[in-house]
């Protein structure tokens, strides 16, 4: 369900707070604060869209090692002293001395 979110009108027009709501998209936009009662307006904001330069698409990339070795790089663990390679065409371990 979409997460709405309303403003709190003052007698002189201006926002003053603001909230959010799950509310479904059927749903009538709220006109008094649930708990207050104070007139409320639904604030229009940008839908969050992830696509593909999203940092949620980024970080998924980042942890299927089949894709970090497409896009080209190495990844490496640590193991001990040592790190161990995950994924990559880099050296299979690598010693901290």
């Known amino acids: 369900m979409p997460l709405y979110i309303y403003q709190i009108i003052r007698a002189d027009g201006q926002p003053v707070e603001e909230f959010e709501v799950v509310q479904s998209i059927h749903d009538k936009p709220l006109t008094q ?47 001990g002293s040592s790190y161990v390679k995950t994924a990559g065409k880099g050296p299979d371990l690598i010693n901290r001395d």
């Not at 649930?34 to 980024?58: D, L, N, W, Y």
């Open 33 to 79: 604060h649930p708990e207050t009662g104070e007139p409320v307006r639904r604030k229009i904001v940008a839908p969050f869209v992830a696509g593909s330069h999203s940092q949620m698409a980024i970080e998924g990339k980042l942890k299927d090692p089949k894709k970090l070795e497409d896009l080209g790089f190495t990844r490496y663990e640590k193991q």
